[in-house]
Structures are given as structure tokens and as C-alpha cells.
């Protein structure tokens, strides 16, 4: 049937001109203020037109620089001079008030510290790696321990032996036995090697209790066996040990007493020399994924082992079953449930009943396990959605050519590579794009599991780098930026995907 002209017009200027200008007011305009707050080094508070400035530095930077007379008059209808007469401060502005304000200014040449136009340098920073290195894959050293902590009450028989065995030397490893112990499959600090009772062991001599001998002495002594201890120089032990014993109040000390000090000068020693030894050799050449790495990892790992898990599902309950309801039921539910509850559901799975039945204490504390917990948790939740898309798709097969397949001799491997998976290319195209955008986008899943503790375990999707960006490290026009990337990127990445689905569906 053929529309005259003046019905295609009602019905453009009835269905089609109201949402492209609901398209235009909610996605256009936002997009196009979000690009052009991306050319700016904003901070997120600064307004573009001054709440205060002084008068002088109004009138010359501003007002005199207004050229059209009705502008300078609405300015001065803005603007006011405080009681004290040194400033001009602004009204509360809004909506068209609020932007001719900002436009006489921009006018003007006027431009805020925090608000400034800086062209592509936000870009710029992105892809020549001036931003936080955190944003990018890198190889960085990880210390286990500073010399300057407490001695750690015990360590893990893994990080012994991988980590700090191979490198010592057969001193070395003799200080560090006379220190620890293995107890139960754990490293433990011996009770005699604490350091505040070896210190007390002078602290307590008579002549050092009652004052004979200077504290400041024992003090002295205690920082010359650190510095010797940190040369590994016995000779300056044994110089730092002679000289206190020969300070003046020193005389007051038993032969009992100076050979307490002296031991108790080897026993700080050698303790020294194992902080030293730990600090120095229990570290660790480890990988970051970083913000792009870490979402690449997800991104991909998300979308294949939902797909995957959701279509093998799909297989299984496209049966006559008599369950299969009720386990189609299960299987979508963790899809109704927020995020939020998700996270919390599976933050006390990892923080209590893994920990009780497997014996690890740390799961999503670990930097090695919490990306893949988060995948982990991802997929149980997104993959009974992509599900029931699958089951849509499969019930719509005609069984009529199965049938016929299998008459002729096809097997149930052969039936789902040519004729089931060519069929559901449609399905797969819808789940591929969801699960690919949704991916890209993952924000209150990984911030509800980690929170802000996420780049330490290495487990920040880019939408979450961006929102700390934003809203922590207030760079809203960096952030803005890199929201800009990623909308380019999910565009590109979606895409193609469609692109080539397309293709297979048409050739399907």
C-alpha cells in the first residue's frame, strides 16, 4: 500500500521528530557538553563563571573586556560589590541565566585555574602513558616487608621457598633459622627473637635501672647496632659494644653484666641482619594488568565463559524434563538480583565459608585470585539471562529438519554443528553484543566486591578508573576523556562484532 505524502509527514512529525528530539536533548547534547568538558583540565567544582573575585581583578580581567555595552550592563546585574567594596560576588544563577553568563565571559577571554581549555592534552596523556601508571599492563617489584617494620610473626612456607631460600646464602639462611621456626606448615618467629625483650635485657642491667648509667648511652648503643647490622659489619658491633663499656658510668657493670651486653648486642645484631635480609631479598618481579589489562581480561573471559555456560544450559533444559522449569527458574535467578546483593552474597562466601572449608584465609584479598573471583561472580550472575535468549532461539529450530538430519544418519554432534548453530546465529549475535557492552561497562559488581581497594589486587574496570578519577582524584576533564575513549571503544568493539554476525546470519 502506498502512503501519500502528507501521511508520511504526519507520521514523521507524530512519531519519528518527537524521539529524535528526546535523542537529541538526552543523548546529543549531554554527549556533546561531556566532549567538550574532555578538552578542559576540570576539576569538577570550579564553576565557569566566579562565585567571588577581587575588584580589581574583575574589572581588568572581565569587565573591561566586555565590548558589547548590554552585556557589560547584564554583568553588572549579576555581579555586585560586596560591603566592603573589594570584591564582586555573583547571585545564585541557573539555566539561560547561568549560560549567557559563561558565554560573555568565554567572550572575554576569561577562563578559570581550575576550568581552563587545554585542546588534547587529556588525550595526549592517555596514549603517551602520563597518567597514573596504574591505568596501564606494567612489571613492577613487590616488598613484602620494610626493614624499618616489626619482624612479621610468621610467613607462609610458599614465600619461603620460592620467594626467599634460592637467594640467601648459607649465613643468611643460618641468621634467619636462629629467628624463625617452622611450626605446623608456618614460619614462625621464635619467642627469644623478639626485639623489645632483647633490648630490655640491657634496660634492665642494675647500673643502667638506677641511673648509673646514661640512657642515652643505651640509646647510642642501640642506634650504632643498627648501622652496623646494616653494613653487616661485625667489627663496628664489637666497636659500638667496647665503647659503651667504656663510658664512665659503664665501670658500675659486673663481668656478668658486660657479657649480657655483649650478648645481648649479637642477638639485636643478628636480628637486624634478618629485617635486613627480608627486606632485601623477599621481594617479588610481579605483572599488573592494570585498568586496561584487567579490562581486556574481563571483558573477554566475561563474554566467552557466560556464553558458553548460558548455551550449555540452554542444551540441557531444551529437554522435556519434567524440571526443566523450576531449573530454568534457578538458573535466571541470580539476573534479579541487584549487584549489590550479588556482591555481598559472594563477598561472604570468600570472607567465610572458603576460608572454613578449603583452609585459605585469603581469597579476594589476594591480588594472584581476585580477578578471577571476579570473573567468577560476573558470570554466575549474567550467564541465566543470555540463557533464556538461547532457549528463545532454540525452541524457534524447526524440529522438522532435525528430525529429517538424523534420518538420514547425522549424529547429535553433527545435527548441533550444521543445523542447530547456523540456526541460532541470531541468538548469538544478541548475546555476543549484550555481554561484550555489558562487559566493557562493569562498574557496581567489581566496586561492590573491592571497592577502593581495587587497584591494589588489580581489579578495576575501566569505568571504575574513570569514576575514581571524577569523583576522588577530582579530574573530571581526564576522566571525561576516558569515558570518550571507551564509548568510542564499546562503538567500535560492538560494531564489528554486529558486522560479522550479520554476515553469518545472512550466509546461515
Not at 573591561?64 to 564582586?88: H, M, N, P, Q, W
Not at 577562563?111 to 597514573?132: A, H, L, R, V, W
Not at 620460592?162 to 634467619?176: D, G, H, N, V
Not at 605446623?184 to 619467642?191: A, E, G, H, I, W
Request: charged share 20%; glycine share 6%.
Amino acid at each position: 500500500m502506498v502512503q501519500s505524502p502528507a501521511k508520511r509527514r504526519f507520521y514523521f512529525a507524530a512519531f519519528v521528530l518527537p524521539a529524535l528530539l528526546l535523542y537529541g536533548l538526552f543523548f546529543i547534547y549531554p554527549f556533546g557538553k561531556g566532549l567538550a568538558i574532555s578538552f578542559t583540565n576540570w576539576d569538577g567544582l570550579t564553576p565557569k563563571s566566579p562565585i567571588s573575585m577581587p575588584k580589581a581583578q574583575f574589572e581588568s580581567q572581565i569587565l573591561d573586556k566586555v565590548t558589547r555595552s548590554s552585556d557589560r550592563k547584564f554583568l553588572l546585574s549579576i555581579y555586585s560589590l560586596t560591603r566592603e567594596g573589594d570584591a564582586y560576588a555573583r547571585l545564585s544563577i541557573r539555566g539561560a541565566t547561568r549560560n549567557r553568563v559563561e558565554r560573555i565571559m568565554a567572550r572575554a577571554g576569561y577562563q578559570p585555574e581550575n576550568y581552563k581549555s587545554i585542546g588534547f592534552k587529556n588525550y595526549s596523556d592517555i596514549f603517551t602513558g602520563k597518567i597514573d601508571a596504574r591505568f596501564y599492563p606494567r612489571r613492577y617489584t613487590k616488598v613484602n616487608y620494610k626493614e624499618t617494620s616489626d619482624l612479621p610473626p610468621e610467613i607462609a612456607p610458599a614465600d619461603i621457598s620460592r620467594i626467599l631460600l634460592p637467594k640467601l646464602s648459607a649465613e643468611e639462611k643460618q641468621a634467619f633459622d636462629k629467628a624463625y621456626s617452622l611450626e605446623n606448615s608456618t614460619y614462625k618467629l621464635r619467642p627469644e627473637a623478639d626485639e623489645f625483650e632483647m633490648e630490655d635485657r640491657v634496660w634492665q642491667l642494675p647500673a643502667v635501672a638506677d641511673g648509673t648509667v646514661d640512657s642515652s648511652d643505651v640509646d647510642s648503643l642501640m642506634a650504632d647496632i643498627g648501622d652496623a647490622s646494616e653494613k653487616s659489619d661485625s667489627a663496628a658491633l664489637k666497636n659500638a659494644v667496647d665503647s659503651f663499656l667504656s663510658k664512665p658510668g659503664a665501670a658500675a657493670f659486673s663481668a656478668g653484666d658486660r657479657a649480657a651486653v655483649s650478648a645481648a648486642a649479637e642477638d639485636i645484631y643478628s636480628l637486624h641482619s634478618v629485617k635486613r635480609i627480608l627486606a632485601s631479598k623477599w621481594v617479588e618481579n610481579k605483572f599488573d594488568l592494570g585498568v586496561i589489562g584487567f579490562t581486556v581480561f574481563f571483558a573477554v573471559l566475561t563474554v566467552l565463559f557466560s556464553n558458553l555456560l548460558a548455551f550449555l544450559l540452554a542444551l540441557a533444559l531444551d529437554t522435556r524434563m519434567k524440571t526443566r522449569n523450576v531449573l530454568r527458574s534457578i538458573f535466571f535467578l541470580p539476573n534479579v538480583l541487584s549487584m549489590i546483593v550479588v556482591a555481598l552474597i559472594w563477598s561472604i562466601l570468600f570472607s567465610r565459608l572458603l576460608p572454613f572449608i578449603t583452609g585459605i584465609d585469603l581469597w579476594m584479598g589476594d591480588p594472584d585470585k581476585a580477578p578471577w573471583l571476579v570473573v567468577l561472580v560476573a558470570v554466575w550472575q549474567m550467564a541465566g539471562y543470555y540463557m533464556i535468549i538461547y532457549l528463545a532461539g532454540l525452541q524457534n529450530v524447526p524440529t522438522e529438519i532435525i528430525e529429517a538430519a538424523k534420518i538420514d544418519g547425522a549424529s547429535s554432534g553433527q545435527v548441533l554443528r550444521y543445523i542447530t548453530l547456523p540456526l541460532l546465529t541470531p541468538a548469538i549475535t544478541v548475546c555476543l553484543f549484550l555481554s561484550t557492552a555489558n562487559a566493557l561497562k562493569c562498574f557496581d559488581l567489581v566496586y561492590a566486591l573491592v571497592g577502593p581497594s581495587g587497584y591494589a589486587l588489580g581489579t578495576v574496570p575501566f569505568v571504575m578508573d574513570i569514576y575514581f578519577d571524577a569523583f576522588a582524584n577530582k579530574l573530571v576533564g581526564l576522566a571525561t576523556a576516558k569515558a570518550t575513549i571507551l564509548f568510542l571503544v564499546i562503538l567500535l568493539v560492538t560494531g564489528v562484532q554486529l558486522l560479522i554476525m550479520k554476515r553469518r546470519e545472512v550466509q546461515a
